[in-house]
């Protein structure tokens, strides 16, 4: 990942490479371009890696940026004192097709699908902001220590931040994983943007059902042109566990922890981005990860919804209705706002109620008339852990009289992606609420173990 | 409280109280009613008591509940062999006043509002749900050992489950308390359900700012009248807290892990219900918890916003504008309901975007043309723990371009009480912005602790 922003860059040369005062002079005088292995030497210290170009944005100028053994980033503080040494020059790669260059027959085959995000981004530098850019060829070439774990066939899907992905895009890249899955691949990685990543696998889960092969997204937190970028560890885990891990569902893999000692694979379904900026920001919600992958080993955790079988015969169903959508309410909450969605055509509407799955009585009677124009109701909780029990409290009570559907412990996100599916996939509204209510690939327990639950950090 | 719940029954008799088959028998036999002590001997373990009714829902017929000496309840499975001894009768509270009947002058004065929930609940027999229904009377009535820790003052406000309560209630609590304080009380507590109790605590800190002693937002997982209430236990810690902590600003006052060993306060605007059904569903988010209590030992884990003055003059701002929405983004979201909005009157609109704080492309014209109507924009992010960041990304770029504030580490219910206080209480939309922007009672800060994430149970 990192290599690959060398090799774009190293065409621009050191001095438009992000690098200025004294670490551009000490640089310059050691004589080494952008890709270049480098020693630098401070007081009893001594870092090699890879030189790498600064970012754009939040660079600190007295820091120089390497590529180090473990894949990883570096960022070393340099004063005036130390040395910098070229001790290798830049290779670099050549992209020539889709495939491996050389195929190393004793591998299993892995398709790689880029569709865009931090994982294959870098920064724009008339903006300032980090772009979806890289292809799924560079991401092969950006971590060349995937050549050692699998055969890879790289493809770009498409090009797109994850908050722009829709259920057409869904559609289309729960095709293109099916057509990838019958060339006979041991299985699937999807680069994602991390936004909606946790969307999109629950999606494909639904679309694709009674997997053979299991389907690994993978996104990364820090774009990979900066320091400590987690994309190569996640690309490699997500590697490893499409080519090997005994299961075949659609997972999640992710840092497990914010240094980079473990990754966990997720159930697609049960897993939500928690944290906006740190790398174990994903997290298994209402029950445990399926898998923790460490360094080459993996370890299954809790068991996957099938074993991985080549001869299982995948089912497509890879049809979304667009008209759903998704309400969380809150104090004063205006039934107009339900209202709108009848009027505007809408089929499905996923409620984040409030605690054991409530609304303000201001809206009671919207979703009452709602229901009874055929509007699909379902009931999650905005608390996120925990399930939702309308049998408790008169409120709840009421909202099944209505006919709303209690969604046990699914996550809103979840129930979305599966209403959405759920509409796309039968005709009367019967059958819907029947699926809508039925446990399909995991999605939902009628029993979460209590133990699943957050402690914070500093308690 | 489960000592009222007894009150209230005691007058229907043993066979109403939700027991039947061998525990009714046991019970007959030994002629104890509800609200007496009973001693349970079952081979060599022996359990004493209050003796509780039954709630009807859930009830497993072969369990007995008694009151325990910590004041929370105990199911106890009883065999055939066991014998019951009534060894105490039940002592008839007798209401009168407000106050308590006989005041300790060496005791601070708490004022104890109660505005309905859990804390405030029983079973309603008819539709077999939790109602709002015990005044603030009854609570200091069941809860006796109130008597040691403060003079309590307590007045029924509302009788509401907590999804009802809506802007208004807030500024009649906001009015009451600061009538309260007015008074010379040590500290005011606050019964509330604990769906929005977040929320009304958040908007109480915009309300009433400059405060000059405490006042605590309480509530209880579990209904007054079945076994294991965390409600006796909670209420204690939150007066104790109004009446000796050396803080003064408004807390939330619950569980602080799921056994009954110790609450936290928390910081009101800080603080979100993350769990359905755990006594320890509250959390504080991107922050630690202010206190943690433990027996009658109060431990600062954070230093408050002020400390306690009674001399400090109130600041009562109690107003709050209606016309103000959450607006969770997901896939697909279609911007005609954000121009619903707009065409609606609506002045301001929070969003929880996804991430560092994205939406869909979708929207971003509606959002455009919402701004150019004057409507105030706000930015949160759906994944809860973090910080929104739209410097990093392209949408973010255009967002910030548009005139969506990011909210920085804000809670978006935060975000949306605060929105609603800001433009009940400003003129000019560029004053509603500054002070959106401005950290006015600790509801975000400018650097969030990193650690203050969490761990999920079982990793």
Same mark, same amino acid.
């Given at each position: 990942? %990192?290599?690959?922003?060398?090799?774009?860059?190293?065409?621009?040369?050191?001095?438009?490479? @992000?690098?200025? @005062?004294?670490?551009?002079?000490?640089? +310059?005088?050691?004589?080494?371009?952008?890709?270049? +292995?480098?020693?630098?030497?401070?007081?009893?210290?001594?870092?090699?890696?890879?030189?790498?170009?600064?970012?754009?944005?939040?660079?600190?100028?007295?820091?120089?940026?390497?590529?180090?053994?473990?894949?990883?980033?570096?960022?070393?503080?340099?004063?005036?004192?130390?040395?910098?040494?070229?001790?290798?020059?830049?290779?670099?790669?050549? *992209?020539?097709?889709?495939?491996?260059?050389?195929?190393? $027959?004793?591998?299993?085959?892995?398709?790689?699908?880029?569709?865009?995000?931090?994982?294959?981004?870098?920064?724009?530098?008339? =903006?300032?902001?980090?772009?979806?850019?890289?292809?799924?060829?560079?991401? /092969?070439?950006?971590?060349?220590?995937?050549?050692?774990?699998?055969?890879?066939?790289?493809?770009?899907?498409?090009?797109?931040?994850?908050?722009?992905?829709?259920?057409?895009?869904?559609?289309?890249?729960?095709?293109?994983?099916?057509?990838?899955?019958?060339?006979?691949?041991?299985?699937?990685?999807?680069?994602?943007?991390?936004?909606?990543?946790?969307?999109?696998?629950?999606?494909?889960?639904?679309?694709?059902?009674?997997?053979?092969? *299991?389907?690994?997204?993978?996104?990364? %937190?820090?774009?990979?042109?900066?320091?400590?970028?987690?994309?190569?560890?996640?690309?490699?885990?997500? =590697?490893?566990?499409?080519?090997?891990?005994?299961?075949? $569902?659609?997972?999640?893999?992710?840092?497990?922890?914010?240094?980079?000692?473990?990754?966990?694979?997720?159930?697609? =379904?049960?897993?939500?981005? &928690?944290?906006?900026?740190?790398?174990?920001?994903?997290?298994?919600?209402?029950?445990?990860?399926?898998?923790?992958?460490?360094?080459?080993?993996? =370890?299954?955790?809790? *068991?996957? &919804?099938?074993?991985?079988?080549?001869?299982?015969?995948?089912?497509?169903?890879?049809?979304?209705?667009?008209?759903?959508?998704?309400?969380? +309410?809150?104090?004063?909450?205006?039934?107009?706002?339900?209202?709108?969605?009848? !009027? !505007?055509?809408?089929?499905?509407?996923?409620?984040?109620?409030?605690?054991?799955?409530?609304?303000? $009585?201001?809206?009671?009677?919207?979703?009452?008339?709602?229901?009874?124009? @055929?509007?699909?109701?379902?009931?999650?909780? %905005?608390?996120?852990?925990?399930?939702?029990?309308?049998?408790?409290?008169?409120?709840?009570?009421?909202?099944? !009289?209505?006919?709303?559907? *209690?969604?046990?412990?699914?996550?809103?996100?979840?129930?979305?992606?599966?209403?959405?599916?759920?509409?796309?996939? +039968?005709?009367?509204?019967?059958?819907?609420?029947?699926?809508?209510?039925?446990?399909?690939?995991?999605?939902?327990?009628?029993?979460?173990?209590?133990? !699943? /639950?957050?402690?914070?950090?500093?308690?």
């Amino acid at each position: 990942m %990192q290599v690959i922003a060398c090799r774009v860059r190293i065409q621009v040369g050191l001095e438009e490479s @992000g690098y200025c @005062g004294l670490v551009l002079e000490k640089l +310059t005088t050691s004589g080494a371009s952008i890709g270049d +292995t480098i020693e630098i030497r401070q007081g009893d210290a001594v870092y090699s890696g890879i030189l790498m170009p600064r970012s754009q944005i939040g660079s600190d100028p007295a820091h120089v940026v390497i590529k180090i053994g473990s894949g990883y980033n570096l960022g070393v503080r340099l004063n005036a004192t130390c040395t910098i040494r070229r001790i290798g020059k830049s290779k670099r790669t050549q *992209p020539s097709s889709e495939s491996a260059d050389s195929a190393d $027959e004793s591998l299993p085959s892995v398709a790689i699908l880029s569709t865009g995000g931090t994982i294959a981004s870098k920064v724009d530098y008339q =903006t300032g902001a980090v772009n979806p850019a890289l292809s799924a060829r560079d991401l /092969y070439d950006a971590v060349p220590e995937l050549r050692h774990h699998a055969n890879i066939r790289a493809k770009v899907l498409l090009s797109k931040l994850s908050e722009n992905i829709s259920s057409d895009d869904w559609t289309r890249i729960a095709r293109r994983i099916a057509a990838e899955i019958k060339t006979g691949v041991e299985g699937v990685v999807v680069a994602h943007g991390t936004d909606t990543l946790g969307l999109t696998a629950a999606a494909l889960s639904f679309a694709l059902q009674n997997l053979p092969v *299991p389907v690994v997204l993978v996104g990364s %937190q820090r774009s990979s042109d900066r320091p400590s970028s987690d994309a190569a560890m996640n690309l490699i885990g997500a =590697t490893d566990l499409a080519a090997r891990a005994d299961a075949a $569902e659609v997972m999640v893999v992710m840092h497990g922890e914010t240094g980079d000692s473990y990754l966990y694979a997720h159930r697609a =379904t049960r897993v939500r981005k &928690l944290h906006t900026s740190r790398r174990d920001a994903f997290k298994s919600v209402n029950t445990k990860p399926l898998f923790m992958v460490q360094g080459v080993s993996i =370890t299954e955790l809790s *068991p996957p &919804l099938h074993r991985r079988l080549k001869e299982r015969k995948l089912v497509l169903r890879p049809r979304f209705e667009e008209k759903v959508a998704l309400l969380k +309410t809150y104090p004063g909450m205006d039934g107009r706002l339900i209202d709108h969605l009848v !009027d !505007d055509g809408y089929k499905g509407l996923v409620l984040e109620g409030t605690g054991l799955g409530h609304t303000p $009585e201001g809206i009671i009677s919207s979703l009452k008339r709602a229901s009874e124009a @055929g509007m699909l109701l379902a009931m999650t909780s %905005q608390c996120i852990f925990g399930r939702v029990d309308m049998n408790v409290y008169r409120t709840g009570v009421e909202l099944l !009289d209505i006919g709303v559907i *209690p969604c046990e412990d699914m996550l809103s996100e979840t129930a979305l992606v599966k209403m959405m599916w759920v509409l796309g996939n +039968t005709r009367s509204l019967e059958a819907a609420r029947d699926n809508l209510q039925s446990p399909l690939v995991g999605e939902f327990e009628m029993r979460s173990e209590y133990s !699943d /639950y957050p402690s914070i950090g500093g308690e």
